[in-house]
C-alpha cells in the first residue's frame, strides 16, 4: 500500500539530514537581514565610532574622492557644510573661489568635469591632523581623465581640506586643489 504524499513529505521534514546545516543558514539570515539594517540606518556607511577621529576624517576625504570620480554631485554636496567654500588654483587660468552647496557643484561641473571626465586619482599621499572639532587634510595626487574634447590630460594636484565635525559628521568648510599641468608638448612641424 502507498503512504499517502502529504505524510511522505511531513516524514522528510522531520528526519532532516542535516539540521545543524539548517539551522546555522536560519541564523546566518538573520544575521545577515540585521547587518543590512544597521548598514542602512548609518546613511550606507560603517565608519561608525570605530574609527578614530583622524581615521573617520581619512575615510570621509577617501569617500569623497570617490564621489568626484563618480562625478555624482549630491553625494559630493553631503560631503561639505552648507556654507562651505572650494577654491580651484590653475597658474595657467584665473583661480575659481566658490561658496555655498549650489555653488560648489557648478565649480565641479564646469572646473572640474570639463578637464576631467571620469577623474582617476593615483599616488594619493595625505596627511590628517585633527584638533577638537576641526581637521586637516594635505593631501597630493596625480589625477588623470579625459576633456570633453577627448583628450587625455593629467595634473599633479595638491589638496588642502579643512573639515569641521558637526552633529556627528565631518563635513568639509574649505578646499584648496592646487592644479600643476605638465608643459604642453611643443608643436609638430
Not at 586637516?136 to 595626487?141: I, N, P
Request: proline share 5%; charged share 10%; with cysteine.
Amino acid at each position: 500500500m502507498m503512504a499517502c504524499p502529504q505524510a511522505r513529505h511531513s516524514a522528510m521534514l522531520g528526519q532532516a539530514k542535516h539540521p545543524r546545516v539548517i539551522l546555522a543558514l536560519c541564523v546566518f539570515m538573520v544575521v545577515a537581514i540585521a547587518a543590512v539594517a544597521i548598514f542602512e540606518s548609518s546613511n550606507g556607511s560603517f565608519t561608525g565610532s570605530s574609527l578614530s577621529p583622524s581615521g573617520q576624517v581619512q575615510a570621509d576625504y577617501s569617500s569623497h574622492l570617490l564621489n568626484i570620480h563618480s562625478m555624482n554631485d549630491s553625494a559630493i554636496e553631503h560631503d561639505y557644510a552648507s556654507s562651505a567654500s572650494i577654491q580651484f588654483a590653475d597658474p595657467n587660468e584665473s583661480t575659481g573661489n566658490y561658496t555655498g552647496l549650489t555653488n560648489i557643484t557648478t565649480a565641479f561641473q564646469a572646473d572640474m568635469y570639463v578637464n576631467f571626465v571620469l577623474p582617476i586619482f593615483s599616488h594619493t599621499n595625505s596627511t590628517v591632523k585633527v584638533t577638537g572639532n576641526q581637521a586637516t587634510v594635505d593631501s597630493s595626487f596625480l589625477i588623470q581623465g579625459y576633456n570633453t574634447d577627448g583628450n587625455a590630460l593629467s595634473a599633479q594636484v595638491s589638496t588642502h581640506v579643512v573639515y569641521v565635525h558637526q552633529g556627528g559628521d565631518w563635513l568639509i568648510s574649505y578646499e584648496v586643489w592646487n592644479f600643476t599641468f605638465p608643459p604642453a608638448p611643443p608643436p609638430s612641424g
